[in-house]
């Protein structure tokens, strides 16, 4: 899934791209789409390592995406937004550091995107009346009558502000809208860019709903701090007396709110964290390393890491009778780590 960073143009959205994955957009590519990776932290792999000693280890990343400034006044945004369509989720960059009123900037920006929206799906309500207009087949007319029952109680809903996500249609429903891969129905973390001297950054987590969480960060502070080394680091901050923000925790924070979450593989061979979406199940997660692991799922040897970590092995995880066997259906939970057994595909 890509990780869209959006927002208004000087809103920060470059420097935040900068700081997260460590690369430096190119300016003369501003008006398209620019990816970088940046790998999710997960303390827990080292504990691990201290008891496999791995050959390699591997930490699951997200594709952060800097895309072009909207501006203002919507002039040309449509096609920047259209840009968009792909992404899974929408980082909106909000820049309180101006002095813009963090409250203001959600609801333009919320606002925007259901206009973009709107303007989709009346496009296609309209042309799907005119079709109906036309002599069809009894099958291609319940289609089309029922494509636009949900457009319509999709257009309704953007109407009035609180566009549907994904997840509140059913699967017939999605069906019939994945198509405009709606830009208000992604899931969303607004990140509030704060002054560098900003210190009650927990206010701004009053302007979090659980449909749209908010972390709030001075990017451009963030961006000089990871310049210098640790050191000259702890001495800036003491002397301007400011606090840095958690990288680590932004970033999980982002995982978070894009509906996915990290399962675990360890051996003496790698030890690994893998992205899965949010609850999958034990053979959606298998599909995430390989389709034939899932194809030819047997089960899933569960242990859990902290009893790893306590006990300092598997042979003592397995000794106490902790190593679960899970069929396809187990629901995996944060901190198990995962070994699945498989029929190898035949050839
Ligand atoms: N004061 C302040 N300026 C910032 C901050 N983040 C970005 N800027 C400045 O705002 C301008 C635009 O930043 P940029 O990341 O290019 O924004 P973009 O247009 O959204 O990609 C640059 O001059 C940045 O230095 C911040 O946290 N504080
Ligand atoms: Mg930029």
């Known amino acids: 899934m890509k990780i869209g960073i959006v927002g208004y143009k000087g809103s920060g959205k470059s420097s935040l791209f900068e700081w997260l994955t460590g690369v430096k957009p190119d300016l003369s590519l501003a008006h ?5 990776m940046a790998a999710i932290p997960e303390p827990r792999v080292a504990a691990l390592c201290d008891i496999y000693h791995p050959k390699k280890t591997t930490m699951a990343s997200l594709e952060l995406v800097d ?9 040309g945004n449509a096609a920047r937004l259209a840009q968009l369509r792909e992404i899974g989720c929408l980082i909106c960059v909000a820049p309180v550091f101006d ?7 959600k609801a333009a920006f919320h606002e925007d995107l259901i206009l973009a929206d709107l303007e989709l799906v009346m496009n296609r309500v309209q042309r799907i009346q005119e079709q109906q207009k036309r002599p069809l087949s009894k099958p291609d007319q319940e289609k089309l009558a029922f494509e636009l029952e949900t457009l319509e109680m999709v257009q309704s809903a953007l109407e009035s502000g609180q566009p549907l996500r994904e997840d509140e249609l059913n699967d017939e429903q999605q069906k019939a809208t994945r198509a405009f891969r709606l830009l208000s129905e992604k899931p969303r973390l607004f990140l509030i860019n704060t002054p560098d001297d900003a ?13 749209y969480p908010v972390v709030a960060v001075s990017v451009r502070l963030e961006n000089d701090l990871a310049g210098m080394l640790p050191e000259e680091r702890k001495a800036f901050l003491d002397e301007m007396g400011l606090t840095s923000a ?12 894009s509906g996915q979450s990290i399962f675990l593989t360890a051996g003496e061979k790698e030890v690994r964290t893998w992205l899965m979406r949010k609850n999958a199940t034990a053979v959606e997660a ?18 859990n890491c902290d009893d790893l970590v306590r006990l300092g092995g598997e042979r003592a995880v397995k000794a106490e009778n902790l190593v ?7 629901v995996i939970r944060d901190g198990d780590v995962v070994l699945f057994h498989f029929s190898a595909p035949k050839s």
């Open 32 to 36: 398209s789409l620019q990816s970088a």
């Open 67 to 75: 895309t072009p400034g909207l501006a203002r006044d919507q002039e």
């Open 99 to 105: 002095g813009s009123d963090p409250q203001k900037e």
């Open 199 to 211: 210190t009650n950054l927990d206010a701004y987590k009053e302007l979090a709903t659980e449909k």
């Open 246 to 257: 958690d990288r680590d925790q932004i970033l999980r924070a982002i995982l978070d709110a």
């Open 286 to 303: 298998a599909a995430e390393i390989h389709t034939d692991i899932a194809k030819g799922f047997i089960r899933a040897e569960v242990m």
């Open 324 to 330: 679960r066997r899970e069929p396809k259906d187990y």
